[in-house]
């Protein structure tokens, strides 16, 4: 199957353009533009009430729908710890910061709006907030402690050290109790969330707008994975590792 962009042209609605792809819904969003119920006015028609260009429009709406896909074979636990590491950092973390806050915000709307038809919409929000509040600090600590300690023993442990030993014993963070805690953080929420709204599927004959919040929350939920597979499975499993090594 070959990555498509929107099939956009002057006429297209900007509730069917959100429809095709929820993530369109930011840039609307950005030029206060309403997609949802009110979304029924022809692109270039909206183009001409905001003053606004419409191909720069539409190159906007192509790029916030493009799809990257990495190859699925990627062998992770080859990768250099450096390169792990600034992988985890600058692709997941800021990522994930970022998306979640958009979420946010997006979710408290949408609960606001259709608090009285959708009340359990108030627990799911309040769930995303808690993990967001203990997950942000969460990564912070790891950029900051962890990973730094992570790639100071795995250069001295490459490089046959002489003070490779002491530096573990010295300065030893607890990898395993981070494995734990992240699991911790994450899981409760998550789970909550996904009963709670179906694993993410809307009911039938949602709005545009609660289409979007579902597909935003089910992209942060899989970004969640991935991002605890990389730490848990594969950057924490052999930085002990080599903890043990240097013990021995």
Same mark, same amino acid.
């Given at each position: 199957?070959?990555l ?8 297209t ?6 429809a ?7 840039? !609307? #969003? =950005?030029?206060?533009? %309403? ?8 692109? @270039?028609? /909206? ?5 606004l260009?419409f191909?720069?429009?539409?190159k ?26 600034n992988?985890?950092i ?21 609960t ?5 038809k ?9 769930? !995303? #907030? =808690?993990?967001?509040? %203990? ?8 950029? @900051?402690? /962890? ?17 490779a ?6 300065l ?6 981070m494995?734990?805690n992240?699991?911790e ?13 179906n ?11 609660h ?26 499993p052999?930085?002990?590792q ?7």
């Amino acid at each position: 199957m070959f990555l498509k962009t929107l099939e956009i042209n002057p006429a297209t609605t900007v509730s069917e353009i959100v429809a095709m792809n929820h993530r369109t819904a930011e840039v !609307f #969003r =950005k030029y206060d533009i %309403e997609y949802c119920c009110g979304g029924k006015w022809p692109l @270039e028609t /909206i183009c001409m009430i905001k003053g606004l260009q419409f191909d720069d429009l539409k190159k906007e709406l192509e790029n916030a729908s493009r799809t990257t896909q990495l190859p699925p074979n990627l062998d992770y636990h080859s990768w250099d710890i450096d390169f792990l590491t600034n992988y985890i950092i600058h692709v997941h973390h800021h990522h994930l910061i970022k998306s979640m806050t958009d979420t946010e915000n997006i979710l408290q709307h949408f609960t606001v709006e259709h608090e009285k038809k959708y009340p359990f919409m108030m627990e799911v929000q309040l769930l !995303f #907030r =808690k993990l967001k509040k %203990e997950l942000i600090p969460h990564l912070q600590y790891e950029e @900051e402690i /962890i990973f730094p300690y992570i790639r100071q023993v795995s250069h001295a442990f490459e490089n046959n050290d002489s003070y490779a030993k002491l530096l573990v014993k010295t300065l030893r963070k607890p990898l395993d109790k981070m494995m734990h805690n992240e699991h911790e953080i994450l899981t409760d929420p998550i789970l909550k969330i996904r009963n709670l709204t179906n694993s993410y599927q809307p009911p039938e004959k949602a709005c545009t707008s609660h289409k979007v919040v579902m597909g935003r929350l089910k992209e942060n939920d899989n970004d969640l994975m991935q991002h605890v597979y990389l730490e848990n499975d594969v950057l924490f499993p052999r930085a002990l590792q080599i903890e043990k090594e240097l013990l021995k």
